[in-house]
Nanobody
């Protein structure tokens, strides 16, 4: 059974910063590719950043140079440092494996990020 617990979201003004954390646990979890996804109201959930077991990263264009994903494999924790936040970054942020665990049938509760202009 895999468990993903996201934290660190909240309200922030445009231009501000937040650091999200994701604690992963579960037997057989291993060290998979991990990602941060987000879902804004009325939109599909999208993958915004991913990181391989050895630290190779990828970002969607809209967050490049503003977001940094990192991980601590010893603690099964993944982070998303977000700088220069914009109102369009407002969404619920989720972490999950890439591709999503159990074919997308499992998601944590997410953490809400709200950026005001």
């Amino acid at each position: 059974q895999v468990q993903l617990v996201e934290s660190g979201g909240g309200p922030v003004q445009a231009g501000g910063s937040l650091r999200l954390s994701c604690a992963a646990s579960g037997s057989g979890f291993g060290i998979p590719v991990m990602g941060w996804y987000r879902q804004a109201p009325g939109k599909w959930r999208e993958l915004v950043a991913s990181i391989s077991a050895i630290g190779h990263t990828n970002y969607v264009d809209s967050v490049k140079d503003r977001f940094t994903i990192s991980r601590d494999n010893a603690r099964n924790t993944v982070f998303l440092q977000m700088f220069d936040l914009k109102p369009e970054d407002t969404a619920v942020y989720y972490c999950n494996t890439v591709p999503p665990w159990d074919s997308g049938n499992y998601w944590g509760q997410g953490t809400q990020v709200t950026v005001s202009s």
